[in-house]
Antibody
Framework: HVQLVESGGGLVKPGGSLRLSCAAS????????MTWIRQAPGKGLEWVSK????????YYSDSVRGRFTISRDTAKNSLYLEMNTLRVDDTAVYYC?????????WGQGTLVTVSS | EIVLTQSPGTLSLSPGERATLSCRAS???????LAWYQQKPGQAPRLLIY???SRATDIPDRFSGSGSGTDFTLTISRLEPEDFAVYYC????????FGGGTKVEIK
């Protein structure tokens, strides 16, 4: 059964840092491009970052470039998102998703709240 | 960047009725790389349609997609109670963008 499970969300102050994790099961994460997508409360979906199957290329949205870093651990079959210099407008549910152009499956999401 | 505009913002219908959702792109979506997702409250989105008209695994045939170029449509032939949700289109022909969503609510 293919599954993604995120963790690591929580409440953090503006300027703080957080590391999100996404554990994959039922498939080998390094065989696929993987992506982080976020959704602010009551809002739509926003693509955040992507890592290619080879791990050789990483892409970021303009809104997070220079602050967020995507990575993975093939031994742990896990994807990560290191988030630094967090801002109030980074508040959102963060989803990891397997990326084949379309996104399928998605994890259940983890909530990041940036507030003083 | 390709901007996707979904309409209407909200669709109020009764179970058994037909739902027609629109997704319009600011420029042509190459190779009809257009997908549709369903999202229920508190849940992650679920892939329904890819390549504009191909149903994803285990998606009921009451869901159908059509269109090409800049105009795409998701049709739900007969609404079931579990179909009331928010629907998003997404293009993957040029980078990645999502539409703003259409909420299908019970009338």
């Amino acid at each position: 059964h293919v599954q993604l499970v995120e963790s690591g969300g929580g409440l953090v102050k503006p300027g703080g840092s957080l590391r999100l994790s996404c554990a994959a099961s039922g498939f080998t994460l390094s065989d696929y491009d993987m992506t982080w997508i976020r959704q602010a409360p009551g809002k739509g979906l926003e693509w955040v970052s992507k890592i290619t199957s080879s791990g050789g290329a990483k892409y970021y949205s303009d809104s997070v470039r220079g602050r967020f870093t995507i990575s993975r651990d093939t031994a742990k079959n896990s994807l990560y998102l290191e988030m630094n210099t967090l801002r109030v407008d980074d508040t959102a549910v963060y989803y990891c998703a397997r990326n084949g152009g379309t996104f399928d499956p998605w994890g259940q999401g983890t909530l990041v709240t940036v507030s003083s | 960047e390709i901007v996707l505009t979904q309409s209407p913002g909200t669709l109020s219908l009764s179970p058994g009725e037909r739902a027609t959702l629109s997704c319009r792109a600011s420029q042509s979506v190459s190779n009809s790389y257009l997908a549709w997702y369903q999202q229920k409250p508190g849940q992650a989105p679920r892939l329904l349609i890819y390549l504009a008209s191909s149903r994803a695994t285990d998606i009921p045939d009451r869901f159908s997609g059509s269109g090409s170029g800049t105009d795409f449509t998701l049709t739900i032939s007969r609404l079931e109670p579990e179909d009331f949700a928010v629907y998003y289109c997404q293009q993957y022909g040029s980078s990645i963008t999502f539409g703003g969503g259409t909420k299908v609510e019970i009338k």
